[in-house]
């Protein structure tokens, strides 16, 4: 009996491209606390847990940054996200992929590291309802990418194994989610790593975006 997979996505560069909105949201929140980071610095941690990001700035600034600043810099990049929801759009292919997969019969759900605060402008762009769609946010976990925690939890939500489970994501922390639960990875160029960062992180396969995956589904489990 053939089982189809269950694909559990990442959100930002994934589905949305809204990489670089998050990026320069960042930057603008890190300025107005007098945080110096670079652009592409920032860029290489897009997708990881928020307390990796902190523990990266500390390691790369050398600040000493208190709870408080934290929190005020999260506010800060939620906000300055929300700003640029009229910027937002979906990435091609990706309403016709998650729309194939409904009428295939085929689970999936939304696994981001992102908060929920900043989430409903992505889903919104998408036409992705969070009442009819599973989506775990890092709401949901103790622990986010590159801890498998999320895509548990998506899998479970499905109730689906973790084994069979396809996990499509734009970044290496993806990816390593994914080898850490012994799910597939599947990386898109999407999100602005190369393909070779992809593939020594876990990637099974990697494709440009949501488009180039959708005619190529089979590759991956789908059946066309």
């Not at 909105?21 to 300025?31: F, N, T």
């Not at 110096?36 to 997708?47: M, P």
């Amino acid at each position: 009996m053939r089982i189809e997979p269950a694909f559990l996505f990442d959100l930002d560069g994934t589905l949305v491209d809204s990489v670089y909105q998050h990026v320069l949201a960042w930057k603008e929140a890190l300025d107005a606390e007098g945080i110096e980071l670079s652009v592409w610095r920032i860029h290489r941690k897009i997708g990881m847990s928020g307390g990796l990001f902190t523990n990266q700035l500390l390691r790369e600034t050398g600040i000493k940054i208190s709870t408080e600043r934290v929190e005020r810099l999260r506010h800060a990049h939620a906000a300055a996200y929300r700003q640029q929801s009229n910027r937002i759009r979906p990435l091609p292919g990706a309403r016709e992929l998650l729309k194939w997969l409904s009428q295939a019969g085929i689970p999936w759900a939304i696994a981001t590291s992102g908060r929920m605060e900043t989430a409903p402008v992505n889903l919104a762009s998408l036409g992705v309802d969070p009442d009819v769609v599973p989506v775990l946010t890092r709401d949901h976990v103790k622990y986010t990418k590159p801890d498998p925690d999320l895509c548990l939890a998506a899998a479970e939500r499905l109730r689906a194994p973790i084994e069979t489970a396809v996990v499509v994501g734009d970044s290496i922390w993806d990816m390593l989610a994914a080898t850490r639960c012994r799910a597939l990875g599947v990386g898109l160029l999407s999100g602005g790593y190369g393909p070779d960062e992809l593939r020594q992180s876990g990637a099974f396969r990697v494709y440009e975006d949501p488009e180039d995956l959708l005619s190529r589904i089979g590759e991956v489990g789908g059946r066309r």
